[in-house]
């Protein structure tokens, strides 16, 4: 499973609050990614990460930041919650090697009311 | 913009029937693609990837082919179990991107029928 978790697995919050999101890698891999899942869109890359404090945007970025201040650790924020983010939320990690296959965490499902 | 598409969108057989699922891409300057397997609820799981160099990748009963000229690629599997129920998922990994991204498509949700 790559040594992904992602925390916490499941919020409920108002509309306005600000939310963060943790995904913890063990393995010390460089690029991480997150990503939205719903229905009828599939996954779509939020933001993504290439090394501590390197971050870049990704198809659907507004609403959104992201933070990297150790390798192990990518952070997604919410900074003010609305509806329309209520969604599964994905991190991945590329792993090493010539392949870049993408692995990922077991998800955060987040409802704003 | 790179797009992924997936027909069928759900596909139902009977236990034992050989199957294939379709992804198709739109731009063909692709890295690789992943197939990947998400049951309900749960992560995705990587099945099988295969390098913008190569024709075809198996795993057990899964082989997945590209023909990236023709932006396709097709999952066979074999001997169709109850267990594979779940929804199967092709992503395509930019090679222009540099951040190596992967696009998805909307997946087919597979059943299949004791």
């Not at chain 1, 919050?13 to 599939?42: K, S």
């Not at chain 1, 945007?57 to 959104?64: P, T």
């Not at chain 2, 891409?25 to 692709?30: C, G, L, N, P, V």
Request: glycine fraction near 10%; aromatic fraction near 10%; charge should be neutral.
């Amino acid at each position: 499973d790559a040594g992904i978790t992602q925390s916490p697995r499941h919020k409920v919050t108002e509309t306005g609050t600000p939310v963060t999101l943790r995904c913890h890698q063990t393995e010390n891999h460089r690029y991480m990614y997150w990503y939205r899942q719903d229905p009828g869109h599939g996954l779509r890359l939020i933001h993504y990460s290439y090394g501590v404090k390197d971050t870049d945007k990704g198809e659907v970025s507004d609403g959104y930041s992201v933070s990297r201040s150790k390798t192990e650790d990518f952070l997604l924020t919410l900074e003010s919650a609305t509806s329309s983010q209520t969604s599964v939320y994905f991190c991945a990690i590329r792993g090493t090697g010539v392949s870049y296959e993408q692995y990922f965490g077991p998800g955060t499902r987040l409802t704003v009311t | 913009k790179q797009e992924v598409t997936q027909i069928p969108a759900a596909l139902s057989v009977p236990e034992g029937e050989n199957l294939v699922l379709n992804c198709s891409f739109t731009d063909s300057a692709i890295y690789n693609l992943q197939w990947f397997r998400q049951d309900p609820g749960k992560g995705l799981t990587s099945l099988l990837l295969i390098q913008s160099s190569q024709r075809e990748q198996t795993s057990g009963r899964l082989n997945a082919s590209l023909d990236k000229s023709s932006g396709r690629s097709t999952l066979y599997i074999a001997a169709s179990q109850p267990g594979d129920s779940a929804t199967y998922l092709c992503a395509v990994n930019d090679s222009g991107a540099g951040s190596y991204q992967l696009t998805f498509g909307k997946g087919t949700k597979l059943s299949v029928i004791p």
